[in-house]
C-alpha cells in the first residue's frame, strides 16, 4: 500500500550528502517548504570520504582554474567562523628539492616547456613560490597565517623526512570533520522546517505540468509513499546519472565522469600537528596528515571508477601507490604492515572531456531542465569547500520559479554547536570540564570537536560517568548514543562509529556488537 503525502512541497531534494543537505539547509531558511530523501545514512559515500581538508586546492592552479581556487579560499574562512568546532587551521608543508622531476600534461607545464624548454619534466622552486603567493591572496585571507619558507635541517617538520630535503614552504589549509559537516547542515535544515528522511530511496519521479509526483520506498520496511514538490534537486553524488536516465527518466546529455579518490590511515608518522604535502613523479600530489591523535591519513588516490553500484575500496594497488609514494619522502619506509584502516569515495564529476581523471574538472556544474513541465535541477561535482557556495548557486538557478524568494543569508550564520569564537575550543574545553569534573581532557576535547556548544546539553545534568549510561569504550556512553539516534539520525552502529564519529578505529569487535546492540534495542 502507497502512502500519500497530500502537501506540495517547494523543493525536494535527492540525496543527503554534502551538498543536498547544503542545498536544503539554504532553501529552508530562505521560508521554501523542502523534503530530502537519502537511500542510505547521511554522508553514507563519497561526503564522508574525503581528505577532510577546507582547502583551495593547491594543485587546480597548474590547470588555470583560479576562479575555483579563489571561491575555495575565500570559503575556507567564511566556513571556519560558522563551524570551528569541527574545523581548525592547519599548516602544510611542501619539501622541496632541486633535482625533483615530473611527468606533467597541465596547461601550465606545456607553457612552461614551450617556453623554457629545459625546464620540462620540473616545477622550479620559483614557479612552486609564485603558485604560493598567489594561494595566498587570491582569497583575501583574514585569519590564515600566510607562507613561510623553511630549513627542514633545524625545524622540527624535518626530522621524519630523508636528508636529501633540506628546504620546505609551509602553507595554511583547514581541516573538517566531512561527515559531521553533512549532518549539522541536515540538522540546520530540519530546524528551519525541512524534512530529512533517511533509509529512502526514491523509486521513481513522474513529472507533471507544475509539479512531481515522487514515489519513495522505506528501504528498511519496505513501505512506500508519494509525494509532490514543485521543483526537483538531483543531489544523487555518484548516482546523479542513474537518476537523470533512471528514476527521472530525462533525455540528457549531460554525464558524470566517476573518479575513485582512495585513502590508507596508519599509525602516527611524526609527532607534531602538521600536515605534507608531497609531489609525485607522476605529477600528482597526496597529503599526509595527523589523524585522530594515534593515526597518520595519507592520499588520495585518483582511478576511473566504472559504475557507482560498485562499492569503492582501496584496492591493493592503490594502497602500495599510496606506500611508495609517501616512502619517497619519510624516512620510515612504510609496508601494508603499517596500514591500519583504509576507505575510498567515489567523486562525481562533470564529464568535461579530460583525458585523466586527474584532470578533470572539479568545478561544479548546475544544470536546469524544465522541458516538458515541472522543473529539476541537476548538480554535477564539487568541492565539500564549495559546498555552501553550490547551494546558493543552485538557489539562484531556481529562484525564477519562486517570485520574492529571499536572498542569500548563509555566509557567517553557525552550524549547530559552532556559536563560539574560532580561537575559543580551549576556552570551551575547560568551561566543560569544570561543569563534569568526571571528565578527562580527552574526553572533553573530543566531545567538543564534535558538539561544539551543545556539548553540555547532550551531558545534561550527569554529576558522573555512571550517569551516562553504559561505558562502551573509547569515552562512548549511552547518553551520547541515545543523542545521536534522537538528534542525528543514527540508526546503526556504522552510523555512528565510522560517520558521526570516527570511533571505530579504536573499538574491539565486542564493544562494537554492543553499540550495535544498545541502536538496535533503542530504535
Known amino acids: 500500500m502507497t502512502e500519500t503525502d497530500n502537501r506540495v512541497y517547494d523543493l525536494f531534494v535527492i540525496g543527503g550528502g554534502i551538498n543536498g543537505c547544503g542545498i536544503a539547509r539554504d532553501a529552508a531558511g530562505r521560508g521554501l517548504s523542502v523534503a530530502l530523501a537519502e537511500m542510505k545514512d547521511l554522508a553514507w559515500a ?43 587551521p592547519m599548516r602544510f608543508v611542501l619539501p622541496y628539492h632541486p633535482d625533483m622531476r615530473f611527468e606533467n600534461d597541465t596547461p601550465t607545464s606545456r607553457l612552461l616547456s614551450t617556453v623554457m624548454p629545459w625546464m620540462k619534466g620540473r616545477r622550479p622552486a620559483w614557479l612552486i613560490r609564485l603558485g604560493l603567493f598567489m594561494y595566498d591572496h587570491l582569497g583575501g ?59 529512502t530511496r526514491v523509486v521513481s519521479a ?23 514538490a514543485r521543483v526537483l534537486v538531483n543531489a544523487g553524488g555518484p548516482w546523479v546519472g542513474e537518476l537523470i536516465h533512471g528514476a527521472l527518466r530525462l533525455n540528457s546529455s549531460e554525464r558524470v565522469r566517476l573518479v575513485r579518490g582512495s585513502h ?36 588520495t588516490t585518483d582511478q576511473e571508477h566504472d559504475e557507482p553500484g560498485t562499492s569503492p575500496t582501496c584496492t591493493k594497488g592503490e594502497r602500495d601507490y599510496l ?10 619506509q612504510l609496508t601494508p604492515e603499517d596500514v591500519v584502516w583504509t576507505y575510498s569515495g567515489v567523486r562525481p564529476l562533470y564529464d568535461d572531456g579530460a583525458s585523466s581523471a586527474t584532470a578533470a574538472t572539479r568545478d561544479y556544474v548546475l544544470k536546469v531542465d524544465q522541458a516538458g513541465g515541472a522543473p529539476v535541477l541537476n548538480v554535477f561535482g564539487g568541492k565539500i569547500t564549495t559546498y ?25 550564520v553557525a552550524l549547530p554547536g559552532g556559536d563560539f569564537p574560532v580561537d575559543g575550543v580551549a576556552t570551551l574545553t575547560g568551561d566543560l570540564l569544570r561543569q563534569y569534573p568526571f571528565l578527562t581532557q580527552a574526553w572533553a576535547a573530543r566531545l567538543v570537536r564534535a558538539y561544539g556548544t551543545e556539548a553540555a546539553e ?40 565510522w560517520r558521526r564519529t570516527k570511533l571505530g578505529l579504536r573499538l574491539t569487535p565486542e564493544q562494537v556488537a554492543r553499540v550495535e546492540a544498545h541502536i538496535a534495542a533503542r530504535g
Open 264 to 299: 590508507i590511515v596508519t599509525r602516527r608518522l611524526f609527532d607534531h600537528d602538521r600536515c605534507y604535502f608531497f609531489q609525485g613523479t607522476d605529477g600528482r600530489i597526496i597529503f599526509a596528515i595527523p589523524y585522530e591523535g594515534e593515526f597518520t591519513l595519507i592520499g
Open 46 to 88: 563519497t561526503s564522508s570520504a574525503s581528505t577532510k581538508l577546507f582547502h583551495g586546492g593547491l594543485r587546480y592552479l597548474e590547470y588555470f582554474e583560479f576562479r575555483l581556487v579563489r571561491e575555495a579560499l575565500i570559503e575556507r574562512e567564511t566556513l571556519l567562523r560558522a563551524m570551528p568546532h569541527i574545523s581548525w
Open 206 to 228: 513522474a513529472r507533471g505540468a507544475d509539479h512531481w509526483t515522487v514515489t519513495l520506498e522505506d528501504t528498511v520496511t519496505g513501505e512506500t509513499r508519494e509525494l509532490c
Open 141 to 199: 585571507r583574514k585569519i590564515l597565517p600566510g607562507t613561510r619558507t623553511l630549513d627542514l635541517s633545524s625545524d622540527p617538520a624535518g626530522a621524519p623526512l630523508q636528508e636529501r630535503f633540506r628546504k620546505a614552504y609551509e602553507y595554511s589549509d583547514c581541516w573538517v570533520e566531512d561527515a559531521r559537516l553533512v549532518v549539522l547542515n541536515a540538522r540546520d535544515a530540519a530546524a528551519r522546517g525541512a524534512r530529512i528522511m533517511t533509509r
Open 458 to 497: 547532550m551531558l545534561g545534568k550527569a554529576d558522573s560517568a555512571e550517569a551516562l549510561g553504559e561505558d562502551f569504550g573509547a569515552t562512548i556512553t549511552a547518553r551520547e548514543l541515545d543523542w545521536a539516534m534522537s538528534r542525528e539520525w543514527v540508526r546503526s552502529a556504522e552510523d555512528f562509529l
Open 388 to 412: 555552501r557556495r553550490l547551494a546558493e548557486s543552485a538557489l539562484d538557478k531556481i529562484a525564477p520559479f519562486f517570485p520574492g524568494l529571499s536572498g542569500k543569508w548563509t555566509a557567517g
Open 323 to 332: 606506500l611508495r609514494f609517501a616512502s619517497d619522502y619519510f624516512k620510515q
